[in-house]
Structures are given as C-alpha cells and as structure tokens.
Antibody, heavy 121, light 113 residues
Framework: QVQLQESGPGLVRPWGTLSLTCAVSGDSFSSSSWWSWVRQSPGKGLEWIGE???????NYNPSLETRVAMSIDTSKSQFSLKLSSVTAADTAVYYC??????????????WGQGTLVTVSS | DIVMTQTPLSLSVTPGESASISCRSS????????????LDWYLQKPGQSPQLLIY???FRASGVPDRFSGSGSGTYFTLKISRVEAEDVGIYYC?????????FGGGTKVEIK
C-alpha cells in the first residue's frame, strides 16, 4: 500500500520560499502516476497546486505558475514543491497526493497526512 | 477555470436516513471521446486528509461501502449516501479533472443529528 509523508519547515517568512518534500513508499515512480500537491487554507476548501511525472514533466495551476517549481528524485522516492515570494495568503495545510491511473481514468487515491505551513514574520 | 458549486453548504442527517449532495460545474465534464465524465467525490473526515469515494462519476473507490453512489451528467451531479452512519461525518468535496487546473467544489459539511 502506498504511503506519502510531507516534510518541511512549518514557518516561512513573508517573501521567502516555501519548500516541502513528499516521501513515497510502496509505489514505483516508473508507474503511470502523477505526483501532486494540493493545499487547504485555514477554514477553506481545496486548491490544486500542480503535479509532476517521473520524467519531470509538470503541470501547474496558472494562478500559482509564476511562483511554483516542482521536482522529483526517483532514486530517493520523493518529490518536492517550492513556492516563492510567499505571503500570508499562502498559509495552508499542504498535502501531497498520488494521482494514479486505472479503469475510468486518473484519481487522487492516496494522500499524505498534510503539513501546516504558516507564513509569518 | 471550471467553477464547481456544491449545495447545500451543510447537512444534518439522522442515522439510517439518506442524504444527497449536489455539485454543478460551469462546463460539461463529459469527455466525448472516452465516454467518461470526469467528476470525483472526496470525503475529508475531521482532522484527516481527503479520501477518495467516487471517481469518474460513478466508480466507487476500493473499500468504499456501496451506500455511496454517484450519478449525474454533463454539468449536474449528485452524491447519494444511503443509510447514513456516524462514520460518514465530514466535509464532502466534488472535483473536476477534465481540464487544468483541477478544481474542487467548496464542500458540503455533513453532520449527524
């Protein structure tokens, strides 16, 4: 069974860069899955940030595209998120998730537990 | 972006009764080539990550009880919970994945009376 675990600083200064890593176990990065980031601002709904394939191909939410960079390290079974020039509006719980393919297409079938990142001085 | 609108915002249900949640999209979620409608449902239980319930309109995810069913077409969708149980409490989200960026509905909070 696949497991995902986010890690990274819980506090980031305004205009700094948020950096998170998601460690994956129980899945081969050579599969057809995309590896994604979704965030949830306090008391708010879910926002898709973007996704990365094992080849390094990415798709980002246009609303964040100028500030987002994702990378993947298949040798370490992990993928990462960088979000630059953060403000208080970027304070959220950040989830990593597997977007896997099967009958009926793709779906988010596995999620990490989430990590709260607060942007504050 | 495709806007997803859920109703109601909240729902209080007596155990054993049925509940329905509606979701509307600003564009059709039908992929005419594949014949699939790319609408998924997730449940976020208190203090937990979202979990997949229904994908591609009506496919139940592994381990999801058959009390949960998805239906609809085009731009209007429904999640039905038959015989609601205490463990069904949480916030239900619909999500479209026919077009980037993937977008979620605002959520429907289900409570037990």
């Amino acid at each position: 069974q696949v497991q995902l675990q986010e890690s990274g600083p819980g506090l980031v200064r305004p205009w700094g860069t948020l950096s998170l890593t998601c460690a994956v176990s129980g899945d081969s990065f050579s599969s057809s899955s995309w590896w994604s980031w979704v965030r949830q601002s306090p008391g708010k709904g879910l926002e898709w940030i973007g996704e990365i394939f094992h080849s390094g191909n990415t798709n980002y939410n246009p609303s964040l595209e100028t500030r987002v960079a994702m990378s993947i390290d298949t040798s370490k079974s992990q993928f990462s998120l960088k979000l630059s020039s953060v403000t208080a509006a970027d304070t959220a719980v950040y989830y990593c998730a597997r977007y896997s393919y099967g009958t009926g297409g793709y779906r988010f079938d596995s999620w990490g537990q989430g990590t709260l990142v607060t942007v504050s001085s | 972006d495709i806007v997803m609108t859920q109703t109601p915002l909240s729902l209080s249900v007596t155990p054993g009764e049925s509940a329905s949640i509606s979701c509307r999209s600003s564009q059709s979620l039908l992929d005419g080539n594949a014949g699939y409608t790319y609408l998924d449902w997730y449940l976020q239980k208190p203090g937990q990550s979202p979990q997949l319930l229904i994908y591609t309109l009506s496919f139940r995810a592994s381990g999801v009880p058959d009390r949960f069913s998805g239906s609809g077409s085009g731009t209007y969708f429904t999640l039905k919970i038959s015989r609601v149980e205490a463990e069904d409490v949480g916030i239900y989200y619909c999500m479209q994945r026919i077009k980037f960026p993937l977008t979620f509905g605002g959520g429907t909070k289900v409570e037990i009376k």
